[in-house]
Each structure stands twice: as C-alpha cells, then as structure tokens.
C-alpha cells in the first residue's frame, strides 16, 4: 500500500520515503526520478498514466507547431524522435529544480510538480525557458542516439500505443490549435477588434481571444493592435498558459526585442511564473 503523506500535527507521522541521488541516472534524470519516485509510493500507477497522458498532449501540440497546422500526425521514427525532444527538455528542468548532481532534500518537491494538473506541461514549458535563458544546447544540438543510449525508450513509448496516439490525433477536434497561417479577413479583424474592445472585464477579453482566434499571425496582429491594457496581458497570459501552452511557447519564440508592449508584458509574465 502507499503511505500516505500526513499533513496534520500528530506524532505518528508517516516518513517520507528518500531518495537517493546515486540511484539517479544523470543520463535519462526525468524517467529514472520518475520509476525510482513509484517505486518508493511517492508516485502512483494513476500518477504514471497521467504523466504519459501529459506528455502525449504535449507530442500533440509539438506535432501540430511542427508541421505547421497541416497534420496532426507524423512517422513513427520522427514521432520517437520528438518524445526523446520532450524527455531531453524535462530532463533540463528536473536539473534547474534539483541540480545538476541531485539535491536529495529537493527531490520530494520536485516529485510533487509532477503530480500536480498539468504538472508535466508547466515542467516542460519551464524546461525550455531554462534552455532558452542559458543558452544551453537544445535537443536537436545533440544526437538523439546518445541520448536514446541512455535507457530502454520502448519501456516507455510503445510503438502501438504511438500508433493508436496518431490515429486519435488524426480524428482529434482541433479547432483550438494555433496554426501559422492567418485565417481571418480584414473584416473579420475588425469585427472581432471593436468586440474585444466592448468587452467589460479582462477575463471577458481573454476568454472571447482564445475562442475566437485560431492562426498564430492572427493572435500577433491582435496582440500588436492595442485592444488589451495593462494587466488584461497578464490575465490573457496566465489563462493561455493553462489553456494552450504551446502559444505561449509561439509567442515567446516571436517576442524578439521586448520592446512592444504585449512582449513586455509577457516577459514579466515568465519571470513571475
């Protein structure tokens, strides 16, 4: 059975199992903290699946950026290619959290993102922040075979289940994605401009952005045509970063000088995440 954590006052509390640095493999940190984590009950089966599930959403979302709205599945080789991508960039942030050589005293909290809602998206999302920020090599600076030597990827992502993931991919409503092209008319533009303008509250402009527009050139020329202000980015910001990661990624990746004021607000945003 696994122990619960206590979290009341009483002198009969349950020790948190501990892991070992040593037992860490430096090489595949993410899976190796993780199995090591469900092996001592800080994870659970349910935990795993979750994680897997997350990490799929996010093969998803990296498929769709990737292929620039124009498939939502790719071979298979190139799909492990891009989980190893996903795994490298975890590993990344399990080192900016616990260290290079593993902090055993922060091991725990760093188990305990994971479990949290869309633990594993924030995790990756930070992971490349860290990459960006640093300057560190990015996946594809590095030879997905070394990296792949580090552990069995089969015991992870199993060939069938990759291809049971494109078929769901490939009926998968994605009305929601942001794609590179822009879909919208110079009267559809305007229309939706004065309609956000209109709206009352900032929560009412970030629901009413997200719903309606659906080409990454269409979120920049929103963003660029002054209809938000002040704190309305941050409340825009902080709803995409739970709703849609992978525009706040996008538009991380086009905020080049800082100096526009929607990419200013963003900035700040990362940084106080």
């Known amino acids: ?12 509390l349950i020790e948190t199992p501990k892991i070992k640095a040593e037992n860490i493999n430096l090489n595949a940190y993410f899976l190796s903290l993780t199995d090591i984590a469900l092996e001592a009950g800080l994870l659970t089966d349910k935990d795993m699946d979750d994680i897997q599930s997350q990490i799929y959403d996010i093969l998803s979302d990296n498929i769709w950026m990737c292929t620039n709205g124009t498939s939502t599945s790719v071979k298979s080789t190139e799909a492990n290619e891009m989980v190893l991508e996903i795994l490298y960039v975890l590993d990344c942030f399990c080192r900016t959290e616990a260290g290079e050589i593993p902090n055993e005293n922060k091991l725990p909290s ?20 860290f990459i960006k920020q640093t300057g560190k090599p990015s996946f594809k ?23 049971d993931f494109e078929k769901k991919q490939s009926e998968h409503d994605i009305k929601n994605k942001i794609i590179s092209q822009s879909v919208m008319t110079d009267e559809d533009f305007n ?5 956000i303008l209109k709206c009352k509250t900032a929560e009412k402009k970030a629901a009413l952005i997200i ?8 979120f920049l020329d929103i963003l660029n045509a002054q209809c938000l202000f002040g704190d309305e980015y941050h409340i825009l910001y902080k709803k995409l970063s739970e709703d849609s990661p992978e525009t ?22 990362i940084n106080h995440q």
């Open 191 to 195: 229309y939706l401009y004065n309609k």
């Open 110 to 129: 760093l188990i305990k993102l994971f479990k949290e809602k869309a633990g594993i998206k924030n995790c990756y999302q930070k992971g490349l922040e």
């Open 248 to 269: 706040i990624e996008f538009l991380m990746n086009n905020a080049d000088n800082g100096e526009d004021e929607w990419q200013e607000y963003l900035i700040k945003f």
């Open 1 to 12: 059975m696994i122990p619960e954590l206590n979290h009341g006052g009483n002198n009969n």
């Open 141 to 163: 600076e590095i030879e997905a075979a070394e990296i792949s030597k580090s552990f069995d990827f089969n015991e992870f992502v199993d060939i069938n289940e990759l291809a």
């Open 211 to 218: 719903e309606t527009v659906s080409s990454a050139a269409d």
